[in-house]
Each structure stands twice: as C-alpha cells, then as structure tokens.
C-alpha cells in the first residue's frame, strides 16, 4: 500500500488521522472509516473502500495507492467530490491517473 505524501482528509478523520493511518497499515478494522484510492479500473476514476475490507488476507491492499481517508460514508462522497473538483479546476480535465501518475512513481 502507497500513500499520496499530500493525502486528502476528511473533516471527521482529521481528527483521528494518525490513529486511521495506523490501523490501516496494520490492516485492524476500524468502523466508519473509507478510503478513497485511485480506482483499481482504469476505466474509472476513484474507488471508496470501507477500512475493514483490508482486513481480509484476499484483499489486494498492496496494489492500493491511497489518496484520501474519510471518516464515514458520506464524508467519503463529499471528499471525492472536493478532490475531483480540485483536479479539474487545476487541469480542466479529469484525468485522475495522469493526475497523480508523478506521485505514484515517486510513492514508497
């Protein structure tokens, strides 16, 4: 798993950031808490992904380049809305990949 070095965090979450990016990393379920990553389809953009979903070994979680985290579905809806808008008033495009393609390279 990849983290984007500027990550977008929601309202609620950044109250707890350090905690949610702790218990994401060591794959511990955290209720209410979405992440928000580049989509896995590179036909789409984004992907919101409920935290427990890592805690299952089947889980691609090392393929996962990690945008944003939320702290509850709809802050999840509202921060993918707030980093589309962003990117698109940036680069009047949403291409997302190309977007974060640099980040991506350069991520650990």
Same mark, same amino acid.
């Given at each position: 798993?990849?983290?984007? *070095?500027?990550?977008?965090? +929601?309202?609620? /979450? ?9 218990? %994401? ?21 984004? *992907?919101?992904?409920?935290? +427990?979903?890592? /805690?299952?070994p089947a889980f691609p979680a090392?393929?996962?380049? %990690? ?7 709809q802050e999840a809806f509202e ?30």
């Open positions: 798993m990849r983290w984007y *070095d500027a990550l977008w965090v +929601g309202r609620k /979450a950044a109250r707890k950031k350090r905690r949610i990016i702790s218990a %994401v990393k060591n794959r511990e379920r955290m209720a209410g808490v979405y992440l928000i990553t580049l989509a896995q389809n590179p036909s789409e953009l984004l *992907d919101i992904i409920p935290s +427990g979903m890592l /805690a299952s090392d393929e996962l380049f %990690v945008l944003g985290i939320a702290a509850g579905r921060l993918v809305e707030k980093m589309v808008d962003y990117i698109y008033r940036e680069t009047n495009a949403l291409d997302i990949r190309s977007y974060f393609s640099e980040k991506l390279m350069n991520a650990d």
